[in-house]
């Protein structure tokens, strides 16, 4: 005995369509076990007469990350195989306290940018750290309200051996400090090279720095103050 099965629509209805051919002896993957995360979509589900899948979509704040084509499929064995990998890459209305961590969706190449749109409440400073995976600091952003004698002043380094090196100090006016406490900025990161970064503030250019090793090893965000985040994406570009 043979069985015609129709095509379904992304919610699984039933909608008519395509039909696919199974006897009364195949396995059948059972829609609702399908394998779908929070993070993700099926835009569309295919049956033919070798195959019965579904194309993946990652949800708004989520990326796909990997090489292959996001699916799930049904397999002759009766169950679902995944190929896709949905990894949250943008955050909204976060209130971020000291020593919270972002785990990058992908591994940063040049062109790469992360872009964070906030409102610091802390009255001295706030810190953003880029991390490797042993947790040690790449490059450290810090500009300081008045903190520690230091007033409207950025300072950047980074931290490998366990101690500050190559400090780079922006300091008012030259150039402009363009930070307020209480006031929201917007604030981008951009690889412009495999150890160079460029930071932009409200989309003008404040400081340009060179890093003690290759852009691809940073796999953490680390925010240490009390920040409002409004928006953070960790892969803007």
Known sequence: ?????????????????????????????????????????????HRSLTSFKGDVTCKTDFMHVGDDTPIVRCLATGQWETSYSCKQRMWRNESISRDYKFLLPDTPTAGWSVCFTGVSSDETEFIINFLDSSGKIVLHVNPRFDRGGFRKVTFLSFKLQGSWENFK?????????????????????????????????????????????????????????????????????
Not at 6 to 21: C, E, N
Not at 178 to 200: C, D, K, M, R, W
Request: glycine share 6%.
């Open 1 to 45: 005995m043979c069985y015609l099965h129709p095509v379904l629509d992304t919610s699984g209805s039933g909608t008519p369509g395509d039909v696919l051919v199974y006897s009364d002896s195949d396995p059948v993957c059972k829609l609702e076990d399908a394998p779908i995360l929070n993070d993700a979509d099926v835009a569309t589900w």
């Open 169 to 237: 100090v922006l300091r008012d006016p030259d150039p402009t400090f363009p930070f307020a406490n209480g006031q929201q900025f917007n604030l981008t990161v951009t690889a412009t090279g495999s150890h160079s970064i460029e930071l932009y503030v409200d989309g003008n250019v404040y400081a340009n720095v060179t890093l003690p090793v290759d852009i691809n090893n940073i796999t953490n965000i680390e925010i240490k103050a009390d920040v409002r985040m409004s928006f953070m994406d960790l892969w803007c570009g």
